[in-house]
């Protein structure tokens, strides 16, 4: 079945530091792909998207590629803000009537001033 | 405007007592759906309705029954709670296929 699998956390980083979250997936086909964040107390916001191989997601200075070669969609943000710190989701869905979000296990990102 | 609502957002009873959670989406998509968050942040499927048809029952206990009496709404019933079922309801909807899902703020839900 499908799965989606992210780096084990906390990470914890200074502001202003380059950011990168690892998400590896497994899936047949062509899903779409996504990034959601969860602030805390907070339900989750969609952070980006990319439904095609090759496709850039952007939003908020993050972003994400879907590299189909490498069942890839890291995200990164060149400059991490305090105010960037909630847990993040990487997660994939199919078209369809089963189209169901499947989640990473979400990481924990800390930023401190 | 609130896209997606939740009622109540914390819920404390005890085991063995019968619990509706409520969701109410004001975006016009036809497609609503229940996860569970659990202690570790881990977010799981439940089940979905499309325009107020199941289509996903992701191995769910008998003691959660989904109502959704018009494509706005998708209430979650749960009966006989048990200490496992203390965890974060999340309700979500979207539109279409592919297309990407607005989540409600979440249901604290805490069987002591």
């Known amino acids: 079945g499908d799965s989606v699998t992210q780096m084990e956390g906390p990470v914890t980083l200074s502001e202003e530091a380059f950011l990168t979250i690892n998400c590896t997936y497994t899936a047949t086909g062509y899903p779409s792909l996504f990034w959601y964040v969860q602030y805390p107390g907070e339900g989750l916001q969609l952070l980006l998207k990319?439904?095609?191989?090759?496709d850039k997601g952007s939003n908020k200075g993050f972003e994400a590629t879907y590299r189909k070669e490498t069942t890839s969609f890291h995200l990164e943000k060149g400059s991490v803000q305090v105010s960037d710190s909630a847990v993040y989701f990487c997660a994939l869905s199919r078209t369809g009537a089963n189209s169901k979000l499947t989640f990473g296990k979400g990481i924990t990102l800390s930023v401190r001033p | 405007d609130t896209a997606v609502s939740q009622t109540p957002k914390y819920l404390v009873t005890q085991m063995g007592n019968d619990k509706s959670i409520k969701c109410e989406q004001n975006?016009?998509?036809?497609?609503m759906y229940w996860y569970k968050q659990d202690s570790k942040k881990f977010l799981k499927i439940m089940f979905s309705?499309?325009?107020?048809?199941?289509?996903i029952n992701e191995t769910v206990p008998n003691r959660f029954s989904p109502k959704s009496p018009d494509k706005a709404h998708l209430n979650l019933h749960i009966n006989s709670l048990e200490l496992g079922d203390s965890a974060v309801y999340f309700c979500?909807?979207?539109?279409?296929?592919?297309?990407?899902?607005?989540f409600g703020p979440g249901t604290r839900l805490t069987v002591t």
């Open positions: 990319a439904t095609k191989a090759d």
């Open positions: 309705y499309n325009n107020k048809e199941l289509i």
């Open positions: 979500a909807s979207s539109q279409g296929d592919r297309g990407e899902q607005y």
């Open positions: 975006l016009g998509h036809d497609t």
